[in-house]
């Protein structure tokens, strides 16, 4: 067995890394990296801020969930030896009592060590009553849960803190101008404009984006419409000759883009209500999507295609981070919070995939061992059986990884 597999089945077995740093810091090459590392938030702080804030929201997310796992492991009687942002060679590191906290070099995410993740995984004789596979399996399926309970009341508090105080997206009654007319067509040709809201059609009122849609689609080529708007606060008519819409010649067409949605404040109540319904919902299409992601075959059609698409294409932080900028841009600080809330939401049910190395994989197995038990006996499960397909899942995870970054790279979202 190679030393590096050795490492790798020790890491899966524990739950991170199973060395304790021999100093207190990275040294020279931990400085530079870190010199590297705080270079880059500065150069995306100018290049676009809002994917500051949304990368600065990722890590808080990252952090909280791993202070989950660190928490509820100290108030149900287990040891922690370390706690980590980041995976890979340490950058920075300190030891404060039997704690070791830190930074390393690979920004993908963090973990917290707790003494006696499995069968495997060593520890003193005289920590073992503190060890995770020592206690019961409430307190270990709560400690391994943690990290995802913890997305979990992020997101909610997000979507709450979000509808109460900016708004919840919902039909708005005003049908708005929200993309510059095209060129050419008959809505710039009268002077519609973006922010224009577009009250009435041959004198029926609009009160969605449908209705407008079927105001126009109800018309033929050639035929002359009454369109009154709403600019500036004043009034004003126009009269439009409908051109013949390029996907169906026989249906007219304005040339505009509109929206009829904006984000309506709400009451505390009814924004926890809306909150735990849309997080219900994300939830659900979270749990969907787990196939689609965990299918190699979609990143391979991924790559080949000239254009990736954006529903089954893999991608990484590096995408997410580009849609909350965009977010941030469209909808300021609101759109951002917005965007983090389903992120959270999504990586919550993500980690509970019901395998190694993900905490889901950690609960599938302390379940599967409660149910193995007999008259008081405790079952233990032997990891080793289990390291093959968690290496399996984690080099599936570097080719889904790796093509999800290339195509965030060269064909980037937005």
């Known amino acids: 067995m190679s030393d590096i597999y050795r490492k790798f089945r020790g890491q899966i077995a524990a739950g991170g890394d199973t060395q304790d740093a021999a100093e207190e810091s990275g040294g020279k090459n931990g400085a530079v990296s870190l010199a590297l590392l705080a270079a880059f938030f500065v150069w995306l702080g100018m290049n676009n801020p809002w994917m500051l804030v949304f990368v600065i929201g990722l890590i808080i997310s990252i952090f909280l969930h791993e202070f989950g796992h660190y928490w509820t492991a100290r108030k149900t009687g287990m040891k922690?030896?370390?706690?980590?942002?980041?995976?890979?060679?340490?950058?920075?590191?300190?030891?404060?009592?039997?704690?070791?906290y830190g930074v390393r070099a690979i920004p993908l995410?963090?973990?917290?060590?707790i003494i006696g993740m499995s069968n495997l995984d060593a520890c003193d004789p005289a920590d073992e009553d503190r060890s995770y596979r020592s206690k019961s399996y409430p307190r270990r399926l709560l400690v391994i849960t943690a990290g995802s309970l913890m997305h979990m009341v992020i997101a909610l508090t997000l979507f709450i803190g979000v509808y109460s105080l900016a708004g919840r997206v919902g039909e708005s009654g005003n049908v708005r101008i929200v993309y510059a007319p095209i060129s050419g067509s008959p809505a710039?040709?009268?002077?519609?404009q973006v922010g224009d809201i577009i009250s009435t059609i041959n004198g029926q009122v609009l009160k969605s984006r449908d209705d407008l849609v079927v105001a126009i689609t109800s018309n033929a080529p050639g035929d002359k419409i009454v369109i009154d708007i709403l600019r500036d606060g004043v009034r004003q008519s126009f009269n439009a000759t409908l051109a013949a819409n390029p996907t169906d010649p026989d249906i007219g067409y304005l040339g505009v883009g509109t929206d009829s949605t904006d984000y309506i404040k709400q009451s505390l109540p009814s924004a926890f209500v809306y909150a735990v319904r849309d997080g219900a919902q994300a939830i659900v299409g979270s749990v969907k999507a787990l196939p689609q992601i965990f299918n190699p075959a979609n990143a391979i059609n991924s790559l080949r295609d000239s254009v990736a698409d954006p529903a089954t294409r893999p991608s990484t932080i590096v995408g997410a981070s580009q849609v909350g900028g965009e977010a941030g841009e469209r909808d300021g600080l609101k759109g951002v919070l917005m965007m983090l809330a389903y992120v959270n939401v999504f990586v919550g049910v993500f980690n509970m995939f019901p395998s190694l190395p993900f905490d889901g994989g950690h609960a599938a197995v302390a379940t599967y061992e409660r149910l193995r038990s007999r008259n008081g006996v405790r079952y233990q499960a032997d990891f080793g059986k289990m390291i093959p397909l968690a290496t399996a899942v984690v080099a599936l995870l570097i080719v889904i990884t790796f093509a999800g970054l290339y195509?965030?790279?060269?064909q980037p979202f937005g």
């Open 80 to 100: 922690v030896t370390q706690f980590y942002m980041g995976f890979g060679p340490r950058l920075w590191s300190r030891k404060r009592g039997e704690l070791e």
């Open 188 to 192: 710039a040709e009268i002077g519609l």
């Open 407 to 410: 195509l965030d790279i060269t």
């Open 109 to 113: 995410g963090a973990f917290v060590r």
